[in-house]
């Protein structure tokens, strides 16, 4: 089970950290993942990391804006938001996948949580 938490509005320029907690099978190598989806719009790849945090992918969109990573001790993941537009308005998704790659693509990912609303705007 993954339950994002930290979205919010926020004003243009401002920053957020989404967070994503797991649980369940926690114990065995799983990459996360953030999406989003904006009214009207497609859901889009916004980062990825691998198990053990070495390895990240993040969408050209947000990179050098946004950051992911993850605490194991912790079972959570975070995306650290920085600079927000208006254009980031979305609902994020957190995902999780069992395995050693960190993929970009949805379909590759079994596992959602159930969104947290994120809101720019000045």
């Known amino acids: 089970q993954l339950v994002e938490s930290g979205g919010e509005w926020v004003q243009t320029g401002g920053s957020l950290r989404l967070s994503c907690a797991a649980s369940?099978?926690?114990?065995?190598?799983?990459?996360m993942g953030w999406f989003r989806q904006a009214p009207g719009k497609e859901r889009e790849f916004v980062a990825a990391?691998?198990?053990?945090?070495?390895?990240?992918n993040t969408a050209g969109s947000v990179k050098g804006r946004f950051t992911i990573s993850r605490d194991n001790t912790k079972n959570t993941g975070y995306l650290r938001m920085n600079s927000l537009k208006p254009e980031d308005t979305a609902v994020y998704y957190c995902?999780?996948?069992?395995?050693?790659?960190?993929?970009?693509?949805?379909?590759?990912?079994?596992?959602w949580g159930q969104g947290t609303q994120v809101t720019v705007s000045s």
């Open positions: 990391i691998s198990w053990g945090g070495g390895s990240t």
């Open positions: 995902a999780a996948q069992y395995g050693s790659m960190w993929p970009r693509n949805d379909y590759q990912y079994a596992y």
């Open positions: 369940g099978r926690t114990n065995e190598p799983y990459a």
